[in-house]
Nanobody
Framework: QVQLVESGGGLVQAGGSLRLSCAFS????????MGWFRQAPGKEREFVAA??????????YYLDSVKGRFTCSRDNAKNTVYLQLNSLKPEDTAVYYC?????????????????????WGQGTQVTVSS
């Protein structure tokens, strides 16, 4: 069974940075595409970023509003996916979740859908003060 554990969230001022980590265990990490989503109070869960599995080249995809500010990466040796958050804005405040996709499909549209993912972490809170 796959387990995902996020860490690295916290309280930061606008313009600041955070690095989120998601530790993967239970299966072969490099075989999974990984995604990051966020959910603010009263809103639906929203796609933020994704990175394809190793044999697909580790291609990254982003929500338009975070392009140039957030960077998604993976370390297959450490079974970990990261989300570097720079130039944070108050509207980035949310619980951030990582997710793992096992079915083998790819592409931005597919990765942006909550239903494409098979496993989810418990989330980590990111709060950006103005």
């Amino acid at each position: 069974q796959v387990q995902l554990v996020e860490s690295g969230g916290g309280l930061v001022q606008a313009g600041g940075s955070l690095r989120l980590s998601c530790a993967f265990s239970g299966r072969t990490f490099s075989s999974y595409a990984m995604g990051w989503f966020r959910q603010a109070p009263g809103k639906e869960r929203e796609f933020v970023a994704a990175i394809s599995r190793r044999w697909s080249g580790g291609i990254t995809y982003y929500l338009d509003s975070v392009k140039g500010r957030f960077t998604c990466s993976r370390d297959n040796a450490k079974n970990t996916v990261y989300l570097q958050l720079n130039s944070l804005k108050p509207e980035d405040t949310a619980v951030y979740y990582c997710a793992a996709e096992a079915k083998g499909y790819s592409g931005r549209v597919y990765y942006s859908k909550v239903g494409s993912y098979d496993y989810w972490g418990q989330g980590t809170q990111v709060t950006v003060s103005s």
